[in-house]
């Protein structure tokens, strides 16, 4: 029981332990080639998509009432628009920085984003390249934290003796 406690203890600092983490895959949602015509469709998909089980699950709370804001404020400058054309410069750069504002969030919390990192394993001298997706990497931690709690030594209380 003990190996066992040990080894999930260092395949779990393994796995937490970030040595020259790159990433990998990070593209903006909203890419400039992207018409007026199809944001309601892309700002829908993306309400649907942070709720739970969806690609930008992850985004933290503090977040999501800034990315809801830019996603409204871009709906509205661009409501009844054929092109990009017919903005006024002050509403384009309106656009291009609440677009910049709901990128960064979703790509920094996006689920599908490949994250590597050179991690040396426990035994060896050598580093390795690991990738994992956000969501998988978030899964193993939630997974060695519940296996770490589950599987922790219980003290059991005793009776008092005839001593105290």
């Known amino acids: 029981m003990r190996k066992q406690a040990v080894l999930m203890f260092a395949m779990f600092a393994v796995s937490a332990g970030t040595f020259a983490a790159t990433i990998e895959d990070a593209k903006p949602v909203f890419g400039t080639k992207t018409k007026p015509s199809d944001f309601p469709e892309l700002i829908e998909m993306i ?36 092109s990009i054309d017919e903005l006024a410069e002050h509403d384009r750069l309106r656009l291009i920085n609440a677009q910049e504002h709901a990128n ?9 984003r490949l ?35 589950q599987n922790r030594p219980r003290r059991v209380a005793l009776p008092p003796g005839p001593n105290s």
């Open 47 to 82: 309400r649907m998509e942070i709720e739970p089980g969806g690609r930008w699950e992850t985004v933290p709370d503090k977040d999501r009432p800034l990315l809801e804001t830019k996603l409204s404020e871009m709906e509205k400058i661009l409501e009844g628009r054929a």
């Open 104 to 112: 960064a969030i979703l790509t920094q919390n996006d689920g599908h």
């Open 115 to 149: 994250v590597c990192e050179r991690v040396t394993p426990v035994g060896s001298h050598r580093p390795v390249k690991q990738c994992a997706t956000v969501a998988q990497r978030r899964q193993s931690s939630e997974d060695s934290r519940r296996f770490l709690e």
